[in-house]
């Protein structure tokens, strides 16, 4: 076996980085994943609003087996056109690294290039967490545990509302990883404001949350920091029937088979399909509005820093 490759970085993410210059990192599991040309449209329009707030943005993916950080807008639609090689995690990175193969990355596989590319702030839709049910499934994202691992800021509107909030934030307590509410007291659901839970932190300026950032990865541990940004008020829907919407996909998802990873891309196009598409125009919203918090991070991460 020859010398293992490196994380393969853009020239403009790394002249960035070079220059202490902002940069947010993004996943392409939702490109994949999504439906084409939506996705690639709503791609491209997260990247543009990751630009007009100031920062980079670096799409993290692996293309014929190179670990990828900022791909080019051609590639970016070879992802969302597909056929791809499937949702890549932390578990098939190697795989699809050695065997050549093309993907999107997932939160955790992402955050491995993203600390790799010297990248601090990353932005997604949702984090996995905790399923409904793991006490018998034992279905815990493998994001919960890369954290542990990644010293990056993670900005997300909450967990998936497939997920068990209140399990998840129970584990990221277990494993020591801090959870900061922007502006909001209570932990969202992505497609809802609040899931009833608190976060146990909330800072209210960003100034505030890169010195926590700071002070965490320099003397509490090398994992990540979760921000929390809460969807907005007018594309927030309804807490009972999402419940009851996520509820009969999963009874769906039992009685067709679809567990492990397949288990969200199934539920996610069961919620679309019961809202009538409206839940897709809310995936989009929550994604641009956390790439903008998270840009809007980076910014002031690069002025503290500077
Ligand atoms: N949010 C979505 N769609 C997705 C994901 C998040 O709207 O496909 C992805 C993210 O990449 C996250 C992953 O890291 O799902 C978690 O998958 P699992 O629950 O199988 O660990
Ligand atoms: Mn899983």
């Known amino acids: 076996m020859g010398p293992q490759p490196a994380v393969v970085v853009s020239e403009e993410v790394r002249a960035a980085r070079a220059d202490g210059l902002p940069v947010v990192a993004l996943e392409t599991s939702v490109v994949t994943g999504g439906r084409y040309p939506d ?3 709503t791609a491209l329009a997260v990247d543009a609003a990751a630009r007009e707030e100031g920062a980079v943005p670096a799409r993290v993916a692996v293309i014929d087996g190179r670990f990828r950080v900022g791909v080019e807008d051609a590639e970016l639609e070879r992802l969302a056109a597909g056929p791809v090689d499937g949702k890549l995690s932390t578990r098939d990175l190697a795989h699809a690294l050695h065997g050549g193969l093309t993907g ?3 939160v ?3 955050l491995i ?6 990248v601090s702030v990353f932005a997604v839709a949702g984090i996995g967490g905790v399923h409904r049910g793991a006490e018998t499934s034992f279905d815990v994202s493998t994001d919960l545990d890369q954290f542990t691992r990644s010293p990056v800021a993670v900005v997300c509107a909450g967990a998936k509302s497939l ?3 209140g399990l998840t934030l129970e584990y990221l307590e277990t494993v020591g990883v801090p959870v900061i509410g922007y502006r909001s007291d209570d932990f969202p659901g992505y497609y809802t404001r609040s899931t009833g839970h608190r976060v146990p932190h909330r800072l209210d300026r960003l100034e505030d ?3 926590v950032m700071h002070r965490h990865w320099g003397l509490v541990a090398g994992s990540s920091v979760l921000v929390t940004h809460p969807i907005a008020e007018e594309w927030s829907l309804d807490a009972d029937l999402l419940d009851r919407l996520v509820e009969e996909a999963l ?3 039992r009685r067709e088979g679809a567990s492990g990873a397949g288990l969200t891309p199934f539920v996610l196009s069961a919620i679309s399909k019961a809202t009538d598409g409206r839940s897709g125009a809310v995936n989009r919203a929550v ?3 956390t790439t903008r918090l998270a840009a809007r991070l980076a910014v002031a991460e690069a002025e503290v820093l500077g």
């Open 39 to 41: 996705n690639l449209e």
């Open 104 to 106: 999107g990355t997932t």
């Open 108 to 110: 955790s596989s992402s």
């Open 113 to 118: 290039a993203t600390v790799a590319a010297g």
């Open 163 to 165: 997920l068990d909030p």
């Open 209 to 211: 949350v890169v010195g």
């Open 251 to 253: 009874a769906e998802a």
């Open 287 to 289: 994604l641009l509005s």
